[in-house]
C-alpha cells in the first residue's frame, strides 16, 4: 500500500522547511543545515526545497529571518503589555540572548559569515527595524532603541560564542553578561527618561 505524500500549500512548505531547519540548527549546528538535511526531514524532494530557496545559503539567510522574525515578535508582545518606563528589561534581554545562544541565531550568523553568505544579519537587522519603528514613533526614542539594540545584539552573539568559558576564566556566574547588558540598558533608559522630564503616561 503506498502513501500519499500531504499536499502542502507553497507557504505551508516553506514554513515546514523552516521549522525543520531551525530545530536542524538547534540539535546539530549551523553545518548541518542543508537543502538535503531538510528536505529528508520533512519527507520533500531535494528540487522541492531548491524551489523554496535557492541554494543552502539562500536556506540560511531564509532561517535567520525565520529566527529574527519569532524573537521580534515575542519581544514586541512583552513591550506592548506595559508601559515604555516600566518594561521587564531582564525579559527582553533573556529573550535575545536566548534566541543567539540556544536557539543557534549567533552560530548560524557565525557560520554564514565564515562561509561567504554575505549580508548574515541583515534579516536580523530588518526584523529589529520594523519591531523599533512599529513601537517608538519619536525620533529621540528611536535612536537611543537602536543604540540599546546595537549593544544587546553585540553583547548576545559574543556571550553565544565565548560566554561560558570566559565567565568560568573569570569565576563570574554564567548569566553574568546578561545582568551586565539589563543593568546597561536600564541605566540608558532611566536616564533618557530623567532628559525628557518624567516617564511616559501609560
Not at 47 to 71: I, P, R
Request: aromatic share 4%; with cysteine.
Amino acid at each position: 500500500m503506498s502513501i500519499v505524500k500531504k499536499r502542502l500549500s507553497p507557504e505551508e512548505s516553506r514554513s515546514a522547511a523552516l521549522e525543520a531547519a531551525r530545530l536542524i540548527l538547534i540539535e546539530m549546528g549551523p553545518q548541518a543545515v542543508t537543502l538535503k538535511a531538510v528536505a529528508s526531514r520533512i519527507d520533500r524532494t531535494h528540487a522541492n526545497l531548491l524551489h523554496h530557496f535557492g541554494s543552502a545559503a539562500g536556506l540560511q539567510k531564509a532561517l535567520a529571518a525565520y529566527l529574527a522574525d519569532t524573537v521580534c515578535e515575542t519581544i514586541g508582545q512583552k513591550m506592548a503589555e506595559s508601559p515604555p518606563g516600566e518594561r521587564n528589561m531582564r525579559e527582553i534581554v533573556d529573550l535575545a540572548f536566548d534566541a543567539f545562544d540556544s536557539g543557534g541565531a549567533g552560530a548560524l550568523a557565525t557560520w554564514m559569515s565564515a562561509t561567504g553568505n554575505e549580508g548574515a544579519l541583515d534579516p536580523v537587522i530588518d526584523a529589529i527595524h520594523r519591531l523599533i519603528d512599529g513601537m517608538a514613533p519619536d525620533a529621540h526614542e528611536k535612536r537611543l532603541m537602536h543604540e540599546d539594540t546595537l549593544a544587546l545584539v553585540l553583547m548576545a552573539m559574543g556571550d553565544a560564542q565565548l560566554g561560558g568559558p570566559m565567565a568560568e576564566a573569570l569565576a563570574l556566574p554564567r548569566d553574568t553578561a546578561r545582568a551586565l547588558a539589563c543593568e546597561l540598558i536600564t541605566g540608558r533608559i532611566a536616564a533618557f527618561w530623567a532628559e525628557q522630564g518624567g516617564k511616559p503616561a501609560s
